[in-house]
């Protein structure tokens, strides 16, 4: 397992996110292209998101990420979207004439998660390092 340390907890949370252009135009072609993805790199290395794959398509970005627990995968793509689309219509003028609404980014956006451990990989481990015999619901037992 790859796992990533903070102050006080270890995690290794990944998230495969998907977000599309404005009417589905082709506008990630070339300079624009390259810009949004530097811009994806930078607003992730920010924000201590490690990007582990992605790609950028004509009309969609895709990203597999592996984020901090105190960033929620909303907050995540409000953040790049927001980041990239006042970024990309500063540093590229046409790009206001196509999106004269100043939304660059369609609204929404793919969001699943990615984990290592299956859920009866859970069970496992807790039947065999906790109580030798837990109680499948949680439950406190009476006094």
């Known amino acids: 397992m790859d796992y990533r340390y903070g102050s ?11 977000w599309l252009t404005k009417y ?13 993805r530097a811009l994806v790199l930078q ?14 398509s004509k009309d969609h970005v895709h990203i597999l990420v592996s984020a901090p627990p105190n960033m929620a ?6 953040r790049i979207k927001g980041n990239t689309a006042s970024r990309l219509f500063e540093e590229f003028p046409h790009l206001k ?5 100043r ?21 496992e481990y807790l039947e065999h390092h906790f109580e030798p015999n837990p109680n499948d619901e949680f439950k406190m037992e009476p006094p």
């Open 8 to 18: 006080q907890t270890v995690f290794q949370i990944e998230y495969h996110f998907v």
């Open 24 to 36: 589905r135009y082709k506008m990630l072609t070339g300079d624009v292209a390259e810009r949004v």
């Open 43 to 56: 607003v992730c290395e920010t924000f201590e998101i490690r990007i582990v794959s992605g790609v950028v």
């Open 73 to 78: 995968p909303s907050e995540i793509m409000r």
């Open 97 to 101: 004439k196509k999106y004269w609404g």
């Open 103 to 123: 939304h660059f980014w369609a609204r929404g956006y793919f969001c699943a998660t990615v984990g290592q451990m299956t859920e009866e990989m859970i069970k």
